[in-house]
């Protein structure tokens, strides 16, 4: 199988075209098994290969194959399904690369981080105060808020503290995408452009 030939594929319904060296570039990859001979593969009925994927997505994971870093609109929304397609294709790399473009947006973007505390049954919930603010005119005294506190006024970012067994994380987790809140693909965490 020449590695500079010409491969058409059909990813869940979009046409890409492209060589069959770029599809083998990372050695260990579903797409290097996929276009090295070590898979047989399924064809559409215009002889395309077809894969059963994101077909909008995999522009991102091409193109990523070609120029070796990840380039993506200034307010990418969908790092979490971008995450699930490098994980279904193996790619390392890419994976990585998302990661730290997770990381570079975050001048863009707003997090709530839930980690949990250094001793065993609690964590905490850290949000910027305007966040905060909106959960507690939700969630009210269930967030155990105290708004007289004139450090917590103050403050850009609040921290809440809960037991593990308190029933709100999940309360919490369920109200935070109605607020526009994303699920971080890296972790417990949530995120959304300011």
């Known amino acids: 199988m020449a590695q500079n030939s010409v491969v058409q594929l059909n990813v869940g ?10 599809l083998t ?3 260990g990859s579903k797409l290097y098994d996929m276009f090295s001979g070590n898979e047989s593969n399924m064809v559409d009925t215009n ?3 077809f894969i059963d994927r994101d077909g909008k997505l995999f522009r991102y994971i091409l193109n990523f194959l070609r120029d070796d870093k990840l380039v993506v609109p200034l307010k990418f929304a969908e790092f979490d399904l971008l995450l699930a397609e490098a994980e279904y294709y193996q790619l390392e790399p890419l994976k990585e690369a998302i990661r730290e473009a997770l990381i570079s947006n975050v001048h863009v973007m707003e997090f709530v981080m839930i980690t949990y505390r ?27 808020l105290n708004l ?16 593990t067994s308190d029933k709100i994380m999940q309360t919490i987790r369920e109200f935070l995408p109605t607020l526009g809140f994303k699920s971080d693909p890296l972790g417990y965490n949530f995120y959304r452009y300011r």
């Open 25 to 27: 570039k990372c050695t």
């Open 47 to 49: 002889g395309h290969v």
């Open 148 to 163: 007289s506190d004139r450090n917590l006024l103050s403050a850009d970012v609040i921290t809440l503290h809960y037991k």
């Open 118 to 144: 250094y001793f065993p049954g609690f964590f905490d919930v850290k949000a910027a105060k305007t966040t905060v603010f909106a959960l507690y005119k939700q969630l009210g005294e269930r967030l155990k």
């Open 13 to 22: 319904g979009s046409l890409y075209t492209t060589s069959r060296s770029v």
